[in-house]
C-alpha cells in the first residue's frame, strides 16, 4: 500500500510562480516513475512531466521551459516537487501526483503499486 498526498495548489496570478509538493509513502521498494498530471474543466487528464527511477524526465511541450520536477527519494518514501514558474491561465487546473513502482511483501513476492492523489487545485488568473 503506497499513500500518495499532494499539496501547495492555490490562487495565482498570470505570470506567477507555484510550487506543488508530492509526498509517498509505504510499502516502496522501487520506483520506476514519478509523474505528475492534471485535468483541467471539461478536458482530459494530460501528462504534465514524468521522472524515472534512472533520473530522466519528459516534459509536456506546454510547460517546457516553464515547470521544473524534482524529487528526494528515502526509505519507504518519495518527496516530489513541481516548481511552476510563468503560469499562464490555461494552466489552471487540479493537478495530480502519481507514483507507480514495486513493493517487497512478507512473503518475499513483488507486486506492482500504481497510486494516485486526491489532486490540488490550481487556479491562475487572468
Known amino acids: 500500500q503506497v499513500e500518495v498526498v499532494e499539496s501547495g495548489g492555490v490562487l495565482v496570478q498570470a505570470g506567477g510562480s507555484l510550487t506543488l509538493s508530492c509526498a509517498a509513502s509505504?510499502?516502496?521498494?522501487?520506483?520506476?516513475?514519478l509523474n505528475w498530471y492534471r485535468q483541467a474543466p471539461g478536458k482530459e487528464r494530460e501528462l504534465v512531466v514524468s521522472?524515472?527511477?534512472?533520473?530522466?524526465?519528459?516534459?509536456a511541450d506546454s510547460v517546457k521551459g516553464r515547470f521544473t520536477i524534482s524529487r528526494n527519494i528515502a526509505l519507504n518514501m518519495v518527496n516530489l516537487q513541481l516548481k511552476m514558474n510563468s503560469l499562464k491561465s490555461e494552466d489552471t487546473a487540479v493537478y495530480y501526483c502519481?507514483?507507480?513502482?514495486?513493493?517487497?511483501?512478507?512473503?518475499?513476492?513483488?507486486?506492482?503499486?500504481?497510486?494516485w492523489g486526491q489532486g490540488t487545485q490550481v487556479t491562475v488568473s487572468a
Open positions: 502519481n507514483v507507480w513502482g514495486y513493493s517487497k511483501g512478507a512473503d518475499s513476492r513483488y507486486a506492482r503499486y500504481d497510486s
Open positions: 509505504g510499502n516502496i521498494f522501487t520506483i520506476s516513475a
Open positions: 521522472i524515472t527511477r534512472g533520473n530522466y524526465t519528459n516534459y
